[in-house]
């Protein structure tokens, strides 16, 4: 069973990245635009089936990013 989500816009928080974390089967994920910083991004860390996160238009910064493929070696990040 594969998932694949998008959740553009700014609707989606730092706050609200805990209500993804059941979908833990969730392979593909389209953050776009949404208002996300470091602290969603280490939340994230727990989808360790994601292969595909997209977060273009966020506040991740590049440091936040290298450890969040630390922790989910086989996710390709996109940021632009």
Not at 50 to 72: C, H, N, P, Y
């Amino acid at each position: 069973l594969t998932f694949s989500e998008g959740f553009s816009g700014p609707i989606l928080s730092d706050d609200m990245v805990d209500s993804l974390l059941p979908l833990s089967s969730l392979t593909t994920l389209d953050l776009t635009g949404a208002k996300l910083s470091d602290e969603g991004l280490k939340k994230l860390q727990r989808l360790k089936s994601l292969k595909t996160l997209r977060i273009v238009r966020t506040k991740t910064s590049d440091s936040g990013i290298r450890e969040f493929q630390k922790a989910v070696p086989e996710c390709n990040v996109f940021k632009e």
